[in-house]
């Protein structure tokens, strides 16, 4: 969400209040404003702004459901982060995960697009195939997967026996089903990284890319020197996008190896989900330590995109 | 490559549109296709192996090499699946929730973000900056206070909202930051001289909001109500946490616990998963273009 209103706020500068209006409103229209927004404003500030602040004053409690009084203890929290050996698993896997999942759907996605961009028989056919996946859910998704990839009787592993490959555990082996969940991730967010392109290849006009070939620049050139500036806009939205949503990976570990085998594939939200309700902990302090740092995760990640992408991305005005 | 190529490559002088020595084999279709049909393929097949394997029998699902055709359609599977979890209830569970979840968006968050665009009230910039806060920050962080806030909210206020019903699911969801803010720089693009001319003559704002202003925010509605319609439907961590009472549970949740309980009966789950899909599936399908048009919103407002 923070994403689609940062990119909104920078199409749409805020217009300057008109010359000529009185400086004051007038009381009904301060009475129809209040009237129109306090359905949403009191549900907003119930369930958005106060558990901000809340979370962030729990993350410095001992705060667990069942203890009667949270004492403040400061930065106990944030120090238990670093020593804890279970985030800094944690942490490599997030990043790990994210490194691998969003420059695979980023070109998935740009493959398929270009692709599809064309007017040639079949082709709502094919762009329908790509659509379905943004309807799925990731439950869905993920159970369908943990059967393709079933050690014992998955027909993912009936076809590398077919080329020679042998049996592989996927998701029971440490070393692979980190692996397994990029992949799984990847076709689950195919639709999307598609449409995104698909649109912003739509309004690319013709005119560029033929101009490119009567001067005389081959397919690939063309792609390389015309196209994908043009798509640079949508591919810092995706890298934003989709990051955002990598570091919060939960669905797909949660239903295929709960952050197994041994903690193999336990990522940032799933070992907080662990810490606030996995078992009998209602270890809200802690967890919402780990919460508010995911979050400056996040912050980060987005601002050094956006700072990178200004000096790459190509706007066409 | 507009020239075409000519056969005599011999002497013929290297220019951009001749290349020496090579043949181009001309296809009777379009070589795209011969990209498109195997990643298709790709595409689809988790969804074809998924049917597959719910009509097969469980011996037949084990068999290696796997069976691509069955032999004939068992749908005992089904009944089974049917009989060992109410897939029946958390489908409308997940109908009331997502329907309830949208219609309360699309009309909470359009009047908030029309008087966010248009009028001036004391406390408006405030309040709106405290909303795009809310933008920022990753569900995770909020997620437990909401659910005390929730807990709270079924012991002492209203039973249905509480944890445990789906009223949980849907009051948290009921108005979100992003519908506000979406409606609002929709309506800011909106020219105001037919408000101004309703009200001139002698409309009030009710009236010109809904007479006027929401026939002309069709498109955004509808992007806005598709946003959220898959949003909710495909929610999963916060049912999770909220609700553990059977038959309170949406598709997601009932899946994963039916998952859960009988993880290795794959013919069994995949009945399940199909009935899970089919209602979603029809929905896609049936309004897909205002699904696309959502998801390439989001992606083409430009940075």
């Known amino acids: 969400m923070a994403v689609r209103a940062v990119l909104e706020r920078r199409a749409q500068p805020g217009r300057r209040r008109q010359p000529g209006r009185p400086a004051r409103p007038k009381a009904r229209e301060q009475a129809a404003g209040w009237a129109f927004v306090t359905p949403a404003v009191v549900l907003i500030m119930l369930f958005g702004v106060v558990p901000i602040v809340w979370s962030a004053v729990m993350s410095f409690q001992r705060n667990n459901l069942f203890s009667p009084n949270t004492p403040f203890v400061g930065l106990a929290n ?67 997967f943990i059967w393709l990839f079933d050690p014992s009787y998955g027909i993912v592993n009936y076809l590398f026996h077919l080329v020679g490959i042998p049996q592989q555990q996927f998701l029971s082996s440490t070393s692979e089903a980190l692996y397994v969940i990029v992949i799984m991730t990847i076709w689950g967010w195919t639709g999307f990284a598609v449409v995104v392109y698909l649109a912003a290849l ?116 | 490559m507009a020239a075409p190529i000519t056969a005599a490559t011999t002497a013929a002088p290297v220019t951009p549109a001749a290349l020496p020595g090579r043949h181009r084999v001309r296809l009777p279709f379009s070589p795209w296709h011969l990209v498109l049909v195997p990643a298709t393929i790709v595409l689809i097949f988790p969804f074809f192996w998924l049917v597959i394997t719910s009509i097969e029998t469980p011996a037949e699902a084990l068999r290696f090499p796997p069976i691509l055709t069955p032999h004939h359609l068992d749908f005992s599977n089904y009944t089974q699946a049917l009989q060992a979890a109410p897939f029946g209830r958390f489908f409308i569970n997940s109908a009331v929730v997502a329907v309830t979840t949208v219609v309360a968006n699309v009309v909470m968050c359009s009047l908030a973000g029309y008087a966010f665009a248009r009028y001036r009230f004391l406390g408006r910039g405030l309040l709106f900056a405290l909303m795009m806060t809310t933008l920022m920050v990753p ?58 001319a309703a009200r001139v003559d002698g409309a009030n704002r009710l009236v010109v909001f809904w007479r006027i202003v929401l026939p002309l925010a069709g498109p955004a509605l509808s992007t806005l109500a598709a946003l959220t319609f898959l949003d909710s439907w495909n929610n999963f961590l916060w049912p999770l946490i909220a609700v553990n009472q059977t038959n309170q549970m949406t598709l997601p949740l009932g899946l994963a616990t039916f998952q859960s309980a009988h993880s290795t009966e794959w013919t069994l789950l995949m009945a399940g998963n199909v009935m899970s899909l089919i209602p979603i599936m029809i929905v896609f399908f049936a309004a897909q273009r205002y699904f696309v048009r959502s998801a390439a919103a989001t992606g083409l407002t430009g940075i």
Request: hydrophobic share 50%; charged share 10%; no cysteine.
């Open chain 1, 78 to 144: 944030y120090r238990q982060m670093l020593h804890d050996p279970v985030i800094a698993q944690a942490i490599g896997h997030t990043i790990v995960y994210t490194a691998l999942f969003v420059p695979g759907t980023m070109l998935v996605g740009i493959f398929l697009a270009v692709a599809m961009n064309r007017k040639i028989r079949f082709i709502s056919v094919y762009r329908t195939a790509a659509y379905a996946t943004m309807a799925i859910s990731t439950i869905s998704e993920a159970l369908v």
């Open chain 2, 139 to 196: 569900f995770q962080v909020t997620m437990i206070p909401q659910y005390i806030i929730t807990k709270w909210l079924g012991i002492y206020v209203v039973g249905e909202f509480g944890l445990n019903h789906i009223g949980a699911l849907i009051v948290p969801n009921a108005a979100t930051a992003f519908g506000v803010f979406f409606l609002r720089q929709f309506f800011r693009t909106l020219p105001i001289e037919y408000e101004e």
């Open chain 1, 202 to 317: 739509q309004g690319i006009p013709q005119a560029l890319t033929e101009a490119a070939a009567i001067d005389g620049a081959g397919r690939w050139a063309t792609f390389r020197r015309i196209t994908l500036p043009l798509l640079s806009p949508a591919s810092l939205f995706l890298v934003v996008w989709l990051t955002i949503n990598a570091l919060q990976l939960f669905d797909e570990v949660y239903l295929s190896t709960q952050g197994g085998p041994l903690n193999s594939t336990t990522v940032l939200v799933y070992y907080l989900y662990q810490q606030a309700f996995g078992g009998a902990n209602f270890n809200f302090g802690y967890a919402s330590a780990i919460a508010y740092f995911l979050f400056v995760i996040i912050i980060v990640f987005t601002a050094i995109q956006f700072r990178v992408g200004r000096r790459l991305v190509h706007y066409r005005s």
